[in-house]
């Protein structure tokens, strides 16, 4: 009976350490199940992960269909763009034309006043006479072709006051029926003097000055240049000659030169249009011989775009104006001599 007791006892407290053995056990169960939150969160995360990979798709979307917008802007932008750039440069470059020509005109317009201020100074300072000669040397035959030219008058100017101002003035020139009626210079090039004025100021209308190469109407052919101006200054006039009627009166056929030692009177035989050339045909001043200048006269003759009807000879000297008539062409006047007379003979022979 004891035995049964104390094993009943004994009984009694295993179970009763089993019962509290479970308790761990319990525990155990609990730390169990954290896993299991651990998966239960891994689930949820993998929940919120593919909830918010839609958004997540959706916003990359939209920045690459931002992107893309702004490729295509940048491509039709780039192909804008050369269309604004041509018309760019046409702006350009018809405000540089536009300016420029503002320039230039208004350039034009300053240098023709103070040209014509200087002209009008000539006038009033410069006397030209008109007188017949004294002991006059006659250059060609007595026909009637020449008759009218062996009976005009000489022009006399005295250069010495236009000397005291330029002393590379040396002579006056005047053609019938036109403006051309001015003092003509000669320096040691044929250049300054298309951009200088009678005054040596920069003046773009330049002046009528003679042949670098000439010693005053000592060669065959003797050659005064200048700008043929729009304003008709200069030998600006001369470009008319052949339009205005000019040729309708045998009274303006004729040149007259006045320097310091001589006079002389020129019948104009031949004038007409010629393509620019820096070294035209008609700018030879001498030759071998007089058939060799005969040649060249009456090739000069035939060019004419007018019949002067006069008549050339082996000894005959010629005068040539030559000027500008387009861009593209030079406006030529040529005439013999007909008559001349010394001045001051008694102070050239002493010289």
């Not at 300053?110 to 410069?126: F, G, M, P």
């Not at 020139?173 to 001015?182: D, E, F, L, M, S």
Request: glycine share 2%; proline share 2%.
């Amino acid at each position: 009976m004891a035995k049964s007791q104390k094993e009943v006892k004994d009984t009694g407290k295993k179970k009763t350490t089993t019962k509290s053995s479970t308790k761990p056990k319990a525990v155990n169960a609990k730390k169990s199940d954290t896993p299991s939150k651990k998966k239960n969160n891994e689930v949820k995360k993998e929940v919120k992960v593919v909830k918010d990979t839609p958004k997540k798709e959706v916003i990359q979307k939209e920045a690459t269909n931002k992107e893309v917008k702004k490729e295509t802007k940048k491509e039709v932008s780039k192909k804008k763009n050369p269309i604004k750039y041509v018309l760019y440069v046409v702006i350009l470059v018809l405000l540089v034309l536009f300016g420029f020509s503002s320039y230039k005109i208004i350039s034009w317009r300053i240098d023709n006043s103070k040209t014509q201020e200087l002209i009008d100074d000539l006038e009033d300072s410069v006397k030209i006479n008109n007188t017949s000669g004294e002991n006059v040397e006659i250059a060609v035959d007595i026909t009637d072709e020449t008759l009218d030219y062996l009976i005009m008058d000489f022009i006399d100017v005295d250069l010495k006051d236009v000397k005291k101002d330029n002393e590379e003035t040396v002579g006056w020139v005047q053609v019938a029926g036109t403006k051309v009626n001015y003092p003509f210079v000669q320096t040691n090039n044929n250049d300054y003097y298309l951009s200088h004025s009678i005054d040596k100021s920069v003046n773009e209308a330049g002046w009528i000055f003679l042949d670098a190469r000439n010693n005053l109407w000592q060669d065959r052919n003797t050659i005064i240049y200048g700008h043929g101006r729009l304003n008709k200054t200069m030998f600006g006039s001369l470009n008319d000659i052949l339009e205005n009627g000019w040729t309708d009166n045998e009274e303006n056929f004729v040149i007259k030169t006045s320097t310091e030692d001589e006079n002389a009177v020129w019948q104009i035989f031949s004038v007409y249009h010629i393509a620019n050339n820096p070294n035209p045909d008609y700018s030879v001043i001498n030759f071998s011989s007089d058939q060799d200048f005969l040649n060249f006269a009456n090739k000069l003759k035939d060019r004419s775009m007018y019949d002067f009807k006069a008549t050339i000879n082996a000894t005959d000297k010629i005068l040539t104006l030559s000027t500008c008539y387009s861009n593209d062409e030079k406006m030529v006047v040529h005439a013999r001599l007909i008559k001349k007379f010394a001045k001051n003979t008694e102070d050239s022979a002493e010289k």
